[in-house]
């Protein structure tokens, strides 16, 4: 019976606990995604920030940034101060250090279901991996401030308060987790000027390191945009569509360019996404409307096929935000989305759709005629990608047809790949075993090849090792001359190595290669 380790047995001391402060700090990756900055940290802080202006309380957010140090002051409607639970934590300090506590789970209450924040993590990842977190609310005339230091809980003041409603959230990462505690200015800016787009009205005032920006947006998606196609040429009018239904917002703008790639930006919630029923739908209802309108203009015929959805989409620019509730998403970072109510989505683009199209037939028409051109090219790429695999196909079938021994090598690199030919099986089995089979071919040879020097061209043609060769190589026998000859493309080996007996048979693999 084999003797286990002692000190590899899995036994009752094996199994460990750990509470969330310990998972998290344990495992940072898994809230925080990528840890190379902490710049994920800010994005959750803010993400709140952005749910308090949406839920309609609030205009501005402040943001500044002193080397690794970031406070992010809302000015929401802030937490109720000194408010006791059960387990005897204030609302404020289980908000910010108690998993999977929120005030977005409820469909029915100030959010509505709808804000990005739906996990009721983000604030607490970012108190369990820094340093030190202070956050303040003003609410009711009061304040209420709590520390925490090393994600645990130090202290708290209280008193009263007689300035604007809010939340201010301090922090310092810590470099336990981040392999860099300061945040990607860069991304920060560009967030901070889509969350702009997204939320007319909101005022967001950025302090970096003493450099003051100010992020305000007059018109939108539109001023997105703009950004966007500036430099481009456009071809048609935008769509726009601003639909608000129950809990369900649509707002897109969409509009085509004489480019040939297609970009959608997809956000929901105002959270950028890049997977989900969301996109799928928005491209099967694009597609299904401008075929159906290309058809009742009579440029497809009946006979003809319907454009594919690429075909369609070259040149468009899309971006839109999708607000819903209940959104589900596959991680904390939320950007693919697992499940989601589609049908106001579409029905609201559709709509719009439609209209546009019957709006603007002039331009529709040169989308028509870019989609044609597309079909055409991809169709052409497609027949000469079909030649090429057919010609690689007959090249292994040419071979094989002759002998299927052939060990070949994977490697389409010419120069790089070798054969082997071996004077019988016995003598590539050991080969075919050691060989590099990325760019290593071997063939064996059956018995003492054919005297080339004393054969005639009919007898070397009759002689199917030294055709399987010939073949094999990527040689041919011209019908003119009647001469070996070859076209370079067609090689398929840089080198030939012989591998015989050194005897009278060797003397004529060498009168064969001359």
């Known amino acids: 019976m084999r003797q286990e380790?002692?000190?590899?047995?899995?036994?009752e001391n094996s199994l460990i606990s750990l509470n969330p402060l310990e998972f998290t700090r344990l495992r940072p990756q898994v809230y925080a995604g990528d840890c190379t900055y902490s710049t994920q940290l800010l994005v959750e802080i803010f993400s709140n920030a952005v749910d308090e202006f949406n839920a309609g309380h609030g205009t501005?957010?402040?943001?500044?940034?002193?080397?690794?140090?970031?406070?992010?002051?809302?000015?929401?409607?802030?937490?109720?101060?000194?408010?006791?639970?059960?387990?005897?934590?204030?609302?404020?300090?289980?908000a910010f250090s108690v998993l999977n506590t929120s005030g977005k789970y409820r469909e029915d209450g100030s959010y509505e279901g709808t804000s990005l924040g739906s996990f009721g993590i983000g604030s607490k990842i970012t108190t369990f991996l820094s340093h030190w977190l202070t956050v303040e609310t003003h609410r009711d005339n009061e304040y209420e401030k709590i520390t925490f230091n090393e994600g645990v809980f130090k202290d708290r003041a209280t008193g009263h308060w007689t300035g604007e409603s809010g939340t201010v959230?301090?922090?310092?990462?810590?470099?336990?987790?981040?392999?860099?505690?300061?945040?990607?200015?860069?991304?920060?800016?560009?967030?901070?000027?889509?969350?702009?787009?997204?939320?007319?009205?909101?005022?967001?005032?950025?302090?970096?390191?003493?450099?003051?920006?100010?992020?305000?947006?007059q018109h939108g998606l539109n001023d997105l945009v703009d950004d966007a196609v500036k430099d481009k040429e456009i071809i048609t009018n935008r769509l726009n569509v601003d639909f608000s239904q129950d809990k369900f917002k649509l707002n897109l703008v969409m509009t085509y360019t004489s480019n040939y790639s297609s970009t959608i930006i997809p956000y929901v919630n105002t959270g950028l996404t890049d997977t989900g029923a969301h996109i799928t739908q928005l491209k099967t209802s694009l597609t299904r409307e401008m075929n159906k309108f290309f058809r009742d203009k009579k440029w497809l015929k009946e006979k003809d096929e319907?454009?594919?959805?690429?075909?369609?989409?070259?040149?468009?620019?899309?971006?839109?935000?999708?607000?819903?509730?209940?959104?589900?998403?596959?991680?904390?970072?939320?950007?693919?989305?697992?499940?989601?109510?589609?049908?106001?989505?579409?029905?609201?683009?559709?709509?719009?759709?439609?209209?546009?199209?019957?709006?603007?037939?002039?331009?529709?028409?040169?989308?028509?005629?870019?989609?044609?051109?597309?079909?055409?090219?991809s169709e052409a790429a497609k027949k000469a990608r079909e030649l090429a695999r057919e010609?690689?196909?007959?090249?292994?079938?040419?071979?094989?047809?002759?002998?299927?021994?052939?060990?070949?090598?994977?490697?389409?690199?010419?120069?790089?790949?070798e054969i082997y030919v071996t004077e019988g099986d016995?003598?590539?089995?050991?080969?075919?075993?050691?060989?590099?089979?990325?760019?290593?071919?071997?063939?064996?040879?059956?018995?003492?090849?054919?005297?080339?020097?004393?054969?005639?061209?009919?007898?070397?043609?009759?002689?199917?090792?030294?055709?399987?060769?010939?073949?094999?190589?990527?040689?041919?026998?011209?019908?003119?001359?009647?001469?070996?000859?070859?076209?370079?493309?067609?090689?398929?080996?840089?080198?030939?190595?012989?591998?015989?007996?050194?005897?009278?048979?060797?003397?004529?693999?060498?009168?064969?290669?001359?």
């Open 391 to 417: 010609k690689e196909k007959k090249k292994k079938e040419k071979v094989l047809k002759f002998d299927s021994k052939l060990a070949d090598c994977y490697s389409k690199d010419r120069m790089k790949c």
């Open 169 to 217: 959230v301090t922090w310092q990462p810590s470099e336990d987790f981040f392999a860099n505690t300061e945040v990607e200015i860069n991304k920060i800016q560009t967030l901070f000027k889509t969350i702009s787009c997204l939320c007319p009205g909101l005022t967001i005032n950025l302090d970096n390191n003493g450099k003051k920006e100010v992020y305000q947006s």
């Open 306 to 377: 319907n454009l594919t959805g690429d075909s369609i989409q070259e040149g468009m620019y899309v971006v839109f935000n999708y607000t819903a509730p209940s959104v589900s998403y596959d991680a904390q970072v939320k950007s693919r989305v697992t499940a989601i109510d589609t049908k106001p989505e579409t029905s609201a683009f559709t709509t719009a759709l439609q209209s546009w199209l019957l709006s603007n037939e002039k331009e529709i028409k040169v989308i028509f005629d870019k989609a044609i051109a597309a079909k055409k090219a």
């Open 426 to 514: 016995s003598a590539s089995g050991n080969l075919k075993t050691a060989r590099n089979n990325e760019f290593q071919a071997v063939m064996p040879v059956r018995g003492k090849i054919l005297n080339c020097q004393k054969a005639t061209l009919t007898q070397i043609q009759k002689n199917a090792e030294i055709m399987t060769m010939i073949d094999a190589f990527g040689l041919k026998i011209d019908p003119k001359t009647m001469k070996v000859t070859y076209d370079k493309e067609d090689l398929r080996y840089g080198k030939i190595i012989i591998m015989s007996d050194a005897d009278v048979s060797n003397t004529a693999y060498e009168r064969l290669f001359a």
């Open 5 to 11: 380790r002692q000190d590899n047995l899995y036994n």
């Open 60 to 94: 501005q957010i402040d943001v500044n940034i002193v080397k690794d140090v970031v406070t992010v002051h809302d000015y929401g409607q802030g937490f109720i101060p000194n408010s006791i639970r059960e387990d005897g934590k204030t609302v404020l300090e289980a």
